[in-house]
């Protein structure tokens, strides 16, 4: 197997102005940068150049597509709206479909209450095994998102979450290693 860090790019998955969920996703990638193991980059959906005129392949941005081809996994940053997720983020997934395959993906819940997201992720799931990726086995969710951070973005609570973040990385970084080498030796043949 290749000593190359694997590259997990960053969703932030809603492009509402105001929105808490940045700075929870400012932390994560702060948080991978430190690791030898991992390459990232943030992925702001709000940037993405994306019709609503049209759907699926067919409005594809080519530079979304070609990162989330080369990932070796994912994680999405999301926030609860009215137990759901945002439309754009599920309409920016759907962009893509064989650049998710046989790829793991970490699913970060944000939420102005007390469940950290919960139900968001629970909605994602089925996503998520639609588009052909793997969800690791632990979600991360910041509850009470409006009192994490101060008014500067930084969390107030670090050691918490970044405890919190390396039992997720962990996980992330395993099922991404055997998937990747499951995509790089393993032919899938038919039946």
Known sequence: MTNTPLFIPVILGTSRQGRQSEYVAKFIVEQIAVRNDIKTQLIDIRNIPITTNDAGESVKDPQFSST?????????????????????LKHVLDTCLKEYIHKAVGLCGVSAGPFGGTRVIQNLLPVMRELGLMTIFYDLNFSNVH??????????DKKTYTRRLESFMN?????????????????LTSP
């Open 68 to 88: 989330v081809d080369r990932a070796d996994g994912l994680i999405i940053v999301v926030p609860e709206y009215n137990h759901g997720y945002p439309g754009l």
């Open 171 to 187: 996980e992330l970084v395993w099922m991404s290693t055997v998937f990747r080498y499951g995509r790089q030796e393993i032919n």
């Open 147 to 156: 009192n994490l951070f101060d008014e500067s973005g930084h969390l107030i």
